[in-house]
């Protein structure tokens, strides 16, 4: 698989990068530890040495996991993790709720406070039973806290030799600038963000500044929960208590819009190159100018697999432009938001003029 340097670090990763999430369960399902670990070592097997967790990702089963698939292999796998939910204290504010296996809601907060950031990498450090991490992240920025003090934190561990770089995820554009700055000499290695061809925001600044400041991205969310992959026909009704049902995007004329684009655009391409269509959007998202690699999860050994020979599929030019100017003329169908709603933005910006 091609491997490229995540920003000017020193690490360097595959274009294709496991995103250990899923394996968590909670809104995956049940889990199935010993599937989820031939999952990860198929991966690894196959060129796809990198991989990226959370502790709240099962509150701490995928970090688990992920020490275990590596043992024996550390030097082998560059491993990414993140600091700054939390679901084992009650300080900070609420971020989401998510169920734990029983189906309870936990309550995630944020916590940024450098006291936390480290608690956190210490924790991570025994569930992955490593030395010294590869690349932590902020995951999200506390609201209380300026994410340069929790960075700052993350870049004091590091001269502390646990972890060897230091990345944000989810930060605005103003927020990267900062932080970058902040942490100079080392600035930050990289900034995880939601990318992909229905959600192409980052274009527009995140993804040129990220270029021209040597700070790599990671691009999460890259098939859009399957969307992307043609595996959700407009036809399907989702069951309860999942999320995709309220999403917009997921509404059933826009799985439609989708899913056409899909078969007029995309899947002739997939056949000319003996490929899936996920495979192929993974391709066009890999090559996007400022993409340093794509985040893709995978619960069994087969779809590890899959993920990782969409890493090897170079679309040509003419392919690419088919593809991005296909879903750029894209107009999906947004909702019409309520006379109490449309009333209610009305009066703030009234307010905010005055």
Known sequence: MQRRPLGTSGLEIPAIVFGAYPLGGTNWGPRDDEEALRALKAAFDAGMTAVDTAPVYGFGVSEGLVGRAIAGRRDEIVV????????????????????????????????????SVRAE???????????RIDLVQL???????????????????????????????????????DSHAALQPIGLASEQLHFSLLARSAEQERLPWAKSNGVGVL???????????GAVPASRQFPKGDKRSTRWTFQ?????????????????????HDCTVGQTVLAWT???PGISAVLVGARRASHALENVAAGEIALNTDERDAIDRAFGELQLVRPRRSAWARGLALISRTLSRS
Do not use: C
């Open 80 to 115: 990414m993790t993140k600091v700054g939910l939390r679901w084992d204290q009650n300080h900070g504010r609420a971020a989401f709720t998510v169920p734990n296996e029983s189906g309870k809601a936990r309550t995630v907060r944020h916590d940024g406070r450098p006291s």
């Open 121 to 131: 990498v210490e924790a991570s450090l025994i569930r992955l039973n490593v030395e």
């Open 139 to 177: 995951h999200a920025p506390d609201p209380d806290v300026p994410p340069e003090e929790s960075l700052g934190a993350l870049a004091d561990l590091r001269s502390e030799g646990k972890l060897r770089a230091v990345g944000s995820s989810n930060l605005s554009m103003d927020q990267m600038k």
């Open 219 to 229: 691009a999460y969310s890259p098939l859009d929960q399957g969307l992307l992959a």
């Open 252 to 272: 059933p004329e826009n799985r439609a819009l989708v899913n056409n684009l899909i078969e007029r655009v995309v899947q002739p391409i997939a056949r000319d």
């Open 286 to 288: 890999a090559a996007q």
